[in-house]
T-cell receptor, first 109, second 118 residues
Framework: AQRVTQPEKLLSVFKGAPVELKCNYS??????LFWYVQYSRQRLQLLLR??SRESIKGFTADLNKGETSFHLKKPFAQEEDSAMYYC???????????FGTGTQLKVEL | GAVVSQHPSRVICKSGTSVKIECRSL??????MFWYRQFPKQSLMLMAT?????????EQGVEKDKFLINHASLTLSTLTVTSAHPEDSSFYIC??????????????FGPGTRLTVL
């Protein structure tokens, strides 16, 4: 069965410091990975997906199949990055998303 | 951008009553909608996949007769919690799938509905 693990419930960094939110997955097929973000009092929204190989709001994430990881990174954290981040896995051929438990990122001044 | 709405945003009901939650895609057609449940400080758990014009597909452990899903049109899916009990109290979130040109699809999430059963 597929599973997404986000080991950190809370990550606190200072403004300007690098950020890495960890995500590991377990899936026997070809995975499709996403990062979703939920800002305070707002709905869940897509941040980025691995197949697009894009950088959104300075965030990047590389799929590492050898380590089954899809860590989210940003070189310099901004205060507005404070939010809840969820890693999600879409199984091949299906439309269902399996979410990790989320990591609360807090950027302090 | 694509917007998904949910109604109501918050509902309080008595034990034993039924509650209907609506999920609408406002500016796109959604052949597939998803219903999730989120407990406090926990992740989203997929309950069921709702396909327009056909029966919903429920995840293992989710009672079909308890959580009735109707996807009557390309812009509306409803979740009815029947004979609600306090343990059904939770945050229910829907998402709608919009197929973007090129084959990649994206799920857009509603703001959620907070259900409290007394």
């Amino acid at each position: 069965a597929q599973r997404v693990t986000q080991p950190e419930k809370l990550l606190s960094v200072f403004k300007g410091a690098p950020v890495e939110l960890k995500c590991n997955y377990s899936y026997s097929g070809s995975p499709e990975l996403f990062w979703y973000v939920q800002y305070s009092r707002q709905r869940l929204q897509l941040l980025l997906r691995h197949i697009s190989r894009e950088s959104i709001k300075g965030f990047t994430a590389d799929l590492n199949k050898g380590e089954t990881s899809f860590h989210l990174k940003k070189p310099f954290a901004q205060e507005e990055d404070s939010a809840m981040y969820y890693c999600a896995l879409k199984t091949g051929g299906g439309n269902k998303l399996t979410f990790g438990t989320g990591t609360q990122l807090k950027v302090e001044l | 951008g694509a917007v998904v709405s949910q109604h109501p945003s918050r509902v309080i009901c008595k034990s034993g009553t039924s509650v209907k939650i609506e999920c609408r895609s406002l500016d796109f057609q959604a052949t597939t909608m998803f219903w999730y449940r989120q407990f406090p400080k926990q992740s989203l758990m997929l309950m069921a996949t709702s396909n327009e014009g056909s029966k919903a597909t429920y995840e293992q452990g989710v009672e079909k007769d308890k959580f009735l899903i109707n996807h009557a049109s390309l812009t509306l899916s409803t979740l009815t919690v029947t004979s609600a009990h306090p343990e059904d109290s939770s945050f229910y979130i829907c998402s709608a799938r919009d197929r973007i040109t090129g084959g990649t699809d994206t799920q857009y999430f509603g703001p959620g509905t907070r259900l409290t059963v007394l």
